[in-house]
């Protein structure tokens, strides 16, 4: 008999519970394993849940949930969006299409331009996080837009340097956004030029406008 237990991936949103929607709400707290982030788990994981933490050692954690499917489901918090650079490209690699049930939530990319009340449909979405970009999508082109993931290495003022050497110009509108949907948010504006003088800011959502 084929096991019906199933792996449901949810989008908990940028981090604060006001931007988790009422669906994932519910299935996190109906969940008897639940797997996540340490930050994850802390805000809301309860005692009587069964939880593992997603760490470094990606395989034990696959590990980990292919066993406890073996006999339930499996409830995987991602942050922001499953579909934008998350757990879910490795469960796909591991479990089949039809074992997994996804929740979508709000990536950190997409609040990142409605702060600026900027939209996104004509924007590049990437990641720099872990990550070094194609040249094809850093070069510049009137018009353009880009939404950047950015990490200790691929910092902003890094980032600001690489796109000046693929043609942005200096005077490009630059918004950097950290901490969103937190109480100490914070979001700073500069030109391109600007911004390579600009310090930390090492996990957060990069803006660029021509």
């Known amino acids: 008999m084929e096991c019906t237990y199933r792996i449901i ?3 908990i949103g940028p981090g604060s519970p006001d931007y988790l929607l009422p669906i994932a709400s519910r299935t996190i707290a109906a969940a008897a394993i639940l797997v996540g982030s340490q ?4 805000t809301f994981a309860t005692n009587n849940q069964v939880t593992r933490v997603i760490d470094k050692d990606i395989t034990g954690v696959l590990d980990f949930i292919e066993q406890q499917l ?5 409830v995987v918090m991602v942050s922001g969006d499953p579909g934008f650079y998350s757990m879910l490209t490795a469960l796909r690699k591991r479990f089949a299409a039809k074992r997994l049930t996804v929740i979508p939530g709000i990536s950190s990319v997409q609040l990142a331009f409605a702060r600026v009340a900027e939209v996104w449909q004509d924007a590049a979405l990437i990641s720099m996080h872990g990550r070094r970009a194609a040249d094809d999508v850093l070069c510049y082109r009137p018009g353009y837009k880009v939404g950047i993931l950015t990490d200790t290495q691929h910092n902003p003022a890094t980032i600001a340097g690489i796109l000046l ?10 918004w950097l956004c950290t901490n969103l949907s937190y109480d100490n948010e914070e979001i700073v504006s500069a030109t391109l030029a600007e911004t390579r003088s600009i310090s930390g800011f090492e996990h957060s959502v990069m803006v660029v406008k021509a």
């Open 70 to 74: 073996a006999s339930q489901d499996v």
């Open 165 to 174: 050497a693929h043609g942005w110009p200096a005077t490009a509108c630059v």
């Open 9 to 11: 991936v949810v989008g």
């Open 39 to 42: 930050r994850a788990l802390d």
